[in-house]
């Protein structure tokens, strides 16, 4: 074999294995990513169960409060596409749970805006709509347990039972959770 046939063979190896190299490389990288980026969601999903919960709670602030973050969803759940780490079922469920979290933080704009006496029905009928938005952002049997509390308002007993038999056994949080593999 002469020089430049050497030469040419081995740039012509070198070139492959350095992108065998850099694919496998990038594998890693966007499995960290990948990783990365479900933790940061599933911290935003717990952190908005933990604050409607609270909300559900008899005797709980219930205006004004401040709003639930969706700023990892914002940022993340595109990256997640391009990365193919979404199917259509956790899409899908990512995209009810995150729109129940955006329909409570626009209820709670709202009633925060509704402060004259004329308005005080209007309130209480956005309140009541808040409470139902905070009912699916919660796992069904946080649901059950804060039925079972005593001293609950009539309207959210209703409410409470209504979304416990309309839920079964998973609301939209259980079935985001699912869906990410996150259970």
Same mark, same amino acid.
């Given at each position: 074999?002469?020089?430049?046939?050497?030469l040419v063979t081995s740039s012509v190896?070198?070139?492959?294995?350095?992108?065998l190299v850099n694919r496998i490389l990038?594998?890693?990288?966007?499995?960290?990513?990948?990783?990365?980026?479900?933790?940061?969601?599933?911290?935003?999903?717990?952190?908005?169960?933990?604050?409607?919960?609270?909300?559900?709670?008899?005797?709980?602030?219930?205006?004004?409060?401040?709003?639930?973050?969706?700023?990892?969803?914002?940022? #993340?759940?595109? $990256?997640?596409?391009?990365?193919?780490?979404?199917?259509? @079922?956790?899409? /899908?469920?990512? %995209?009810?749970?995150?729109?129940?979290?955006?329909?409570?933080?626009?209820?709670?704009?709202?009633?925060? #805006?509704?402060? $004259?006496?004329?308005?005080?029905?209007?309130?209480?009928? @956005?309140?009541? /709509?808040?409470? %139902?938005k905070a009912c699916s952002l919660v796992?069904?049997?946080?649901?059950?347990?804060?039925?079972?509390?005593?001293?609950?308002?009539?309207?959210?007993?209703?409410?409470?039972?209504?979304?416990?038999?309309?839920?079964?056994?998973?609301?939209?949080?259980?079935?985001?959770?699912?869906?990410?593999?996150?259970?």
């Amino acid at each position: 074999m002469e020089f430049w046939q050497v030469l040419v063979t081995s740039s012509v190896v070198a070139a492959g294995v350095t992108i065998l190299v850099n694919r496998i490389l990038k594998g890693f990288d966007d499995d960290e990513l990948r990783s990365a980026i479900k933790q940061a969601i599933q911290g935003e999903i717990d952190y908005a169960r933990d604050f409607a919960l609270d909300y559900l709670k008899p005797g709980a602030v219930r205006s004004p409060m401040h709003r639930i973050t969706t700023a990892f969803y914002r940022e #993340g759940a595109p $990256k997640l596409i391009a990365l193919r780490a979404l199917n259509y @079922e956790c899409a /899908r469920a990512l %995209l009810q749970y995150y729109g129940n979290i955006d329909q409570l933080n626009r209820s709670l704009d709202i009633v925060l #805006g509704l402060q $004259k006496p004329e308005e005080r029905e209007r309130k209480l009928r @956005e309140l009541g /709509r808040t409470y %139902l938005k905070a009912c699916s952002l919660v796992a069904v049997e946080d649901l059950r347990q804060v039925a079972a509390m005593q001293g609950r308002d009539p309207f959210e007993h209703r409410s409470l039972t209504k979304k416990i038999a309309k839920y079964g056994d998973r609301s939209p949080y259980d079935r985001v959770k699912r869906a990410m593999g996150l259970v």
